[in-house]
């Protein structure tokens, strides 16, 4: 399925030991849905967060802070009433680009659909919107250097 990710994923150096199972349940729990197959199997077999785009997406919990965060339940935690347009709770905010943008994972899926997330946008728009990729294309583009911050189509 992932094998080939995984092995690339763990190939990378200085990245945190995999997640605990108990922070990847845990983290579960919070949102109410089980992580995509394969950013639930990085976390488990490669590592717990620190790789991807930049520094690195947010880990299940109990690792490394990456920027202003512990991990994907604070984050969770903290953006899901956005006074104006709430996230649908099955998005889980796993990447922040700064500027108020952010990449966040659908756990309806098994493959995990990305989304972005732009505050900057207007007022009355509503900052969330579909990029096009699955989790594993995100994280093969980002591993190659080729993915872009997510543009949100009014800025088109």
């Known amino acids: 399925m992932c094998d080939d990710l995984i092995q690339r994923v763990q190939s990378l150096p200085g990245l945190p030991p995999p997640a605990a199972e108990t922070a ?7 949102i109410g849905l089980s ?20 520094g690195g997406i947010l880990g299940a919990g109990g690792g ?16 899901s009433e956005h006074p104006d347009f709430p996230p649908p709770s099955w998005l889980v905010w796993i990447f922040d680009w700064g500027c ?22 207007e007022e009355d728009q509503n900052p969330l919107f579909e990029t096009g990729l699955t989790f594993r294309e995100w994280l093969d583009e980002a591993l190659d250097g080729s993915l872009d911050m997510p543009s949100h189509p009014s800025a088109a």
């Not at 990847?24 to 919070?30: H, K, W």
């Not at 952010?102 to 493959?111: A, I, Q």
Request: charge should be negative; proline fraction near 6%.
């Open 24 to 30: 990847v349940l845990e983290a579960e729990a919070v």
């Open 100 to 121: 108020n943008i952010w990449s966040l994972v659908d756990c309806r899926t098994s493959e995990g659909r990305m989304w972005g997330w732009d505050a900057n946008v």
């Open 64 to 79: 490394p802070w990456i920027g202003d965060w512990s991990g994907i339940v604070e984050v969770y935690q903290t953006f």
């Open 35 to 54: 992580l995509p197959a394969p950013l639930r199997r990085l976390y488990l077999e490669a590592a717990n967060g620190g790789f991807g785009p930049r």
